[in-house]
């Protein structure tokens, strides 16, 4: 549409099942429509979107307007009462306009203090989000997919630009700490553009996709990504996204608390530690966040108790909490340090690194020697010995260790073939759980080549 056809519809009234609406001013457009903010004449206080298709639309692109039609409908069914959709309140796939007939979709209007996240990370130094408030919008926005699984519908390829966070309710400039202890609900999200949905098998690249941008908004850069291939469990060959090179390494990794580094992680090796739902991701973003929600005394307190912890899930969780705590007070000053948190923090981070590398270093050796016969039967026993052992996460850790020591050249590795060995013996001590082609997916993300 030109700018004359679109300042030829200003002012214009469009009536849609009877319901007529003032065009008043534009708001965006794309392939498909232009968008307007529309009124209602006999109630100016209410407004909503306009959204009319452009003439002479292809077959392809007429029913992409009538699907987010389709697509809101189904969405409003599943959502129990919660807002993270735009309602639909009329459509007209024969709308006269100009005298010609035209699509048009009637829809709720997202208020102009819902930003977009692309906008909003500009706010903020290095061009990323505080930690908490990241988390509140991971809450929300996992919530929002959840609706989006139950429904049947994939959000497939979904852009900041697209998801809209209330800026209006103490979020901006550090109001942010005055609202953690609010709880998630506090902050409100919406998402926009729904023409385009993938059905169920592409839901679980709903969680990657999630964690590419979430990484944006933690860490201020998109992360870098390789498409590999990889083998499903029915057998199939995948196309799948891995990150090039460690999370780790990326700035501003240690940035981040010990518990969103985790969530991050299990976001971004789908292939290797399964993601489960988005339902169940939201439970453990929410554990984070109630973290967070508590104050650096409040969290020091707890994990300055005399004793140490009585299993490794206690660690675990007295790492999450110093670990909050401390970057809560040196990264966004929200109080001292508290006496002795420090030293207990590189405490706690001893003994998880203990209890999730300590059981592998055997295995770790042989594996560095290439003795796989004698690997097999230590990580055997170490998985019978060590039934609630977080064996994933240890295993990319044994997998990311050796191949940086091959790059190092510290495995002498006589060329393609011995390094096709090597990775072969790896994956066998795996059998029905790792592929041979994951792993070598896995070391060409850590820029590793297994070719011959």
Known sequence: ????????????????????????????????????????????SSEVAVKIARPGLSDNLRERFKKENEVLRNLQKYSQGTHYFPGVLAFDEAC??????????????????????SDLKLGYRDLHLPEPLALTIGVRYLEALEIVHRAGYACRDRKLRDIRWEWADGWAGEGWKSQLGKGASSGELRILDWNVVGGKSEQPDDLLKFGEFWFEL????????????????DGQENEQWWPIGRLEQQPGWDELSFGTQQLLAQLLYPGLLKNGTAGELCGKFEKIREIWAESPQTLSNEVLQPGAPESPEATEQDL????VAYLACTRYKMGGLPAGLADKRGSL???????????????????????????????????????????????IRILADVASNVVKGKLYLQGGADLQRWISGLASLKPNEVSLEELKQALAALGISCEE
């Open 1 to 44: 549409m030109s700018p004359q056809e679109n300042e030829s519809l200003l002012q214009k009234r469009v009536s849609v099942q009877g319901q007529e609406y003032w065009l008043e001013e534009p708001l965006g457009g794309g392939l498909t429509a232009e968008v307007y903010k529309g009124k209602d004449p006999s109630n100016p």
């Open 96 to 117: 006269e306009i100009s005298g010609m007939k035209r699509m048009v979709l009637i829809q709720e209007l997202v208020p102009a203090d819902f930003k977009p996240l």
């Open 218 to 233: 933690l860490l201020g850069f998109q992360l870098p990504m390789r498409m590999s291939r990889v083998k499903q469990d």
């Open 320 to 323: 999450k909490k110093a670990d």
């Open 349 to 395: 981070k001893r003994q998880w690194e203990a209890l999730a590398n300590g059981p592998v270093n055997d295995a770790r050796t042989s594996l560095m020697l290439a003795k796989f016969d004698e690997a097999r039967k230590k990580v055997a026993g170490l998985r019978q010995d060590n039934p609630g052992w977080r064996w994933d996460t240890a295993y």
